[in-house]
Nanobody, 122 residues
């Protein structure tokens, strides 16, 4: 399994930006993703990235506003979030999967960070 630690969360006003980071140990060959979970709701996918960083996929709720990237030289995954909305408020998690390809469901990931809170006020 991959060890993951997220950082960069915080409170911003609607329309603002945040960048989340996920420091990892041993993730260079893993497809990675960001998920989020709001109180009382199921964990949902945000974005997925291939091991090389070339291939990415975004869920409809964030497409065009968020950018997922990774720097394998420093073992770090990123999520740049722009034009934030109050509905983006959630705990954000990075995750790694042993599967190859775009794994879109939380159960397909076997390594998780502890999460970082993002709160967007209107």
């Amino acid at each position: 399994q991959v060890q993951l630690v997220e950082s960069g969360g915080g409170s911003v006003e609607a329309g603002g930006s945040l960048t989340l980071s996920c420091a990892a140990r041993g993730f260079n060959n893993n497809w990675m993703a960001w998920f989020r979970q709001a109180p009382g709701k199921e964990r949902e996918g945000v974005a997925i990235i291939s091991p090389s960083g070339v291939a990415t996929e975004y869920f409809d709720s964030v497409a065009g506003r968020f950018t997922i990237s990774r720097d394998n030289t420093v073992n770090t995954l990123y999520l740049q979030m722009n034009a934030l909305k109050p509905e983006d408020t959630a705990m954000y998690f990075c995750a790694a999967t042993p599967k190859v390809g775009f794994a879109r469901l939380a159960w397909e990931y076997n390594s998780w960070g502890q999460g970082t809170q993002v709160t967007v006020s209107s």
